[in-house]
């Protein structure tokens, strides 16, 4: 396991901005920390990075706990973005990685990669306050993986950017991910951890509501969706075993389904009816998770 989180919690006055979360992630691992408005996920990180004492619990990377003789290994983009707005952008970046421990020389070379890839090699030289809101983005983003860290954290490194930058910027997540890097993000949107993320992590109010590798929660929850489409009239099917519930929209339907078993059923008492165009069963999305276990949707 690279990053081992036993029992944290923190409190700050009267409210647990995190409660009691145990979390484990693997070597080499995308991981998704996924939360609405004041879950947790920023305090989380910066327990991991030590820029915050936890109340209670331990927090090991490596085995060991992180501390400023890793500095050189981690990267982090923090949630306020703190780049200095009079400084030119080679003079910042080159700077934060000198003090990572790279040479001049393969910094720039590095920074030239990064700023060519998101497409912003024309504002090298620009100061930083000249840049639009989304390039300020990335260039926080270079200075954040431009050591070739080990372990990335990454605090909602997708807001505020248009969806052609969200792609960019995933690409960049993803081969960096498979270049090695263990890789810690938080996101408010479930689509981007079940685009990435093989574990992840839902927090809601400080409180963990699941963890760990998404396959094994969705095979694990058992519940099952089912969808139809066919020109019948099926909807005798809402009052047979196991199914939960039901939707119609124009000649589909929706089927959930308490395990995968009652798929078998359904499948039996249509097919003697006549033809249907389609026939599939789905694994649960994040959001049926969400609901069962919290009780609400999750946006
Ligand atoms: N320094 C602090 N002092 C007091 N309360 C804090 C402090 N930092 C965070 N909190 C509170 O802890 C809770 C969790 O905040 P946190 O920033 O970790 O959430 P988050 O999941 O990152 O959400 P967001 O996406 O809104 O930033 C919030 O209710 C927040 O108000």
């Known amino acids: 396991m690279a990053l081992e989180i036993t029992d944290i919690t923190k409190v700050f006055g009267e409210q647990t901005a995190v409660d009691s979360i145990n979390i484990n992630v693997p070597s080499g691992s995308m991981y998704g920390f996924l939360g609405g408005n ?21 927090i090991l990377y490596n085995g060991e706990a992180i501390g400023y003789h890793l500095t050189d290994k981690i990267g982090y983009l923090p949630e306020e973005r703190g780049l200095h707005p009079k400084l030119k952008v080679s003079e910042q970046v080159l700077y934060l990685a000198e003090l990572k421990g790279m040479s001049k020389k393969e910094a720039n070379k590095s920074l030239d990669y990064w700023l060519d890839r998101f497409k912003v090699t024309e504002n090298k030289h620009k100061k930083i306050e000249k840049l639009s809101k989304g390039n300020q983005q990335k260039i926080q983003l270079i200075a954040s993986i431009i050591h070739n860290p080990e372990l990335i954290i990454l605090d909602e490194p997708f807001s505020g950017l248009d969806p052609i930058n969200v792609e960019m910027l995933k690409d960049a997540v993803k081969d960096l991910n498979s270049q090695g890097s263990t890789i810690i993000f938080s996101t408010h949107r479930m689509e981007h951890v079940e685009e990435l993320c093989e574990e992840l992590c839902i927090l809601d109010r400080g409180r963990q509501i699941v963890s760990g590798n998404i396959d094994q929660i969705k095979r694990d929850f058992g519940q099952k969706e089912v969808i139809i489409e066919g020109e019948h009239d099926i909807s005798f099917i809402k009052d047979m075993p196991g199914v939960l519930d039901m939707k119609q929209v124009r ?17 039996n008492r249509i097919t003697d009816i006549g033809f249907f165009k389609k026939f599939q069963v789905n694994e649960p999305s994040l959001n049926d998770i969400f609901i069962a276990k919290v009780g609400r949707d999750y946006e």
Do not use: C, Q
């Open 38 to 58: 004041g879950a947790g996920k920023t305090t989380t990180f910066r327990m991991i990075l030590k820029l915050l004492t936890p109340t209670s619990g331990s």
């Open 251 to 267: 000649n589909k339907y929706i089927i959930k389904i308490a395990e995968e078993k009652y798929a078998e059923d359904i499948y």
